[in-house]
């Protein structure tokens, strides 16, 4: 335990990361330091399971994904394409190609395309509009990033509880 590393953001500001983004940024490198943790050595066999209905590791990990690359697409002022709705529309469902790591990969490496967004927005831009959804529904860009990081930590916190349970 002596060798553990405090939380990211007690480590200090992130070198070449904006100001006001650096809380973003920590969470989102926090969840992906716990999440590879929790997942380290998970069963396969257990990807799918539920836990009195709730949702599966399987579907938190895809959702994890899922959802930075989407409300990052919207905080760059984009609509979602094709394939990402493709992957909306298969979160929580299994198949024969998907695996713990596969999918702790896939978020490990959303992780890093949301830091590189972060560390180069322009800190001036962070309260404009931008649409969210098929409704457009107004949001902003610091509200986009900020509810990412915390969505990833509400999903992560789901994923270690049904973790522990289904490998008590």
Not at 14 to 41: D, F, G, I, T, W
């Amino acid at each position: 335990m002596a060798d553990k590393l405090p939380e990211v953001w007690l480590r200090g500001p992130l070198s070449n990361m904006p100001s006001l983004v650096q809380p973003v940024a920590h969470a989102l490198l926090q969840a992906r330091e716990e999440l590879n943790e929790l997942m380290n050595k998970f069963p396969e066999a257990l990807l799918w399971d539920k836990v009195a209905g709730m949702a599966s590791p399987g579907f938190h990990l895809q959702h994890l994904s899922g959802v930075l690359d989407r409300l990052f697409t919207y905080a760059k002022g984009e609509g979602l394409t094709q394939k990402q709705l493709e992957y909306l529309s298969a979160e929580g469902k299994p198949a024969d190609n998907i695996s713990v790591n596969l999918l702790v990969e896939q978020f490990n490496l959303q992780v890093d395309k949301a830091l590189k967004q972060l560390s180069e927005t322009d800190e001036s831009i962070l309260t404009e509009i931008r649409g969210v959804g098929r409704s457009q529904i107004p949001s902003t860009v610091i509200g986009l990033y900020t509810h990412a990081a915390e969505h990833t930590m509400r999903h992560l916190g789901q994923l270690l509880v049904t973790v522990k349970v289904l490998t008590a």
